[in-house]
């Protein structure tokens, strides 16, 4: 049973336009999340995170936004840049209270081209 | 600072064959990681190390073994590779600045096929 999905194998936009990136969760004991981006023969690069205490973290053009009562955040990218075309990764994990192992929940990951 | 590295890059082993991965971080971390990707799939934790000393199974422990070497060494070892096993395998620490920021930093991979 998968915790983490990203229900979009792929999506396409524009250069400048914004990219809107998904995630659904089912485990409401996880309590913070983070996007990785992933280029070809490279690993995972940290690219944002959220606490279950907030709904939206912004870092430049990356923004997070955490739903918890319908379990789904997004990643918006705004503009999207062709240097964005990657896959990316949201995971989970429950990360309060004594044992905090930080074991992560991945989901498959979306494939995102931004086109010229 | 060389961040989290991993030898070898990409390995080819016959069914039945053993291998020692290796990852080694210089940032002082006490949490590292193993991970595996399959195609279509996300990342699945194999086995993890919470500190030096310490290690413990994650989703997917099954036909691996670990070693926490020291701080900054944490090997995954195959003893007897299966065709299943082919993957790419990632290796991460872990920095927990505080209760809210908290993020894992992942070597380039080891590429293994297993014929």
């Known amino acids: 049973d998968q915790q983490v999905k990203q229900n979009s194998p792929s999506l396409s936009v524009q250069e400048g336009r914004i990219s809107i990136l998904n995630c659904d969760y089912t485990?409401?004991?996880?309590?913070?999340f983070l996007w990785y981006k992933k280029y070809p023969a490279e690993g995972p690069t940290f690219l944002i995170s959220?606490?279950?205490?907030?709904d939206k973290n912004e870092d430049g053009r990356f923004t997070v936004f955490l739903n918890k009562s319908a379990k789904h955040l997004s990643l918006h990218i705004v503009p999207s840049q062709p240097g964005d075309s990657a896959v990316y990764f949201c995971?989970?994990?429950?990360?309060?209270?004594?044992?905090?192992?930080?074991?992560?929940?991945f989901g498959q990951g979306t494939t995102l081209q931004v086109k010229p | 600072n060389a961040g989290v590295t991993q030898t070898p890059k990409f390995q080819v082993l016959k069914t039945g064959q053993s291998m020692t991965l290796q990852c080694a971080q210089d940032?002082?971390?006490?949490?590292m990681y193993w991970y595996r990707q399959d195609p279509g799939m996300g990342l699945r934790l194999i086995y993890y190390?919470?500190?030096?000393?310490?290690?413990d199974k994650g989703e997917v422990p099954n036909g691996y073994n670990v070693s926490r070497l020291n701080k900054r060494e944490f090997s995954l070892r195959l003893e007897s590779a299966a065709p299943s096993q082919t993957s790419v395998y990632f290796c991460?620490?872990?920095?927990?600045?505080?209760?809210?920021?908290?993020?894992?930093?992942f070597g380039p991979g080891t590429r293994l096929t297993v014929l």
């Open positions: 991460a620490s872990r920095l927990q600045a505080s209760l809210y920021t908290d993020t894992q930093y």
């Open positions: 485990n409401s004991m996880f309590d913070y």
């Open positions: 959220i606490s279950s205490i907030k």
């Open positions: 995971a989970a994990s429950g990360n309060s209270g004594s044992g905090n192992t930080g074991k992560l929940i």
């Open positions: 940032m002082n971390h006490n949490s």
């Open positions: 190390s919470a500190s030096e000393g310490t290690t």
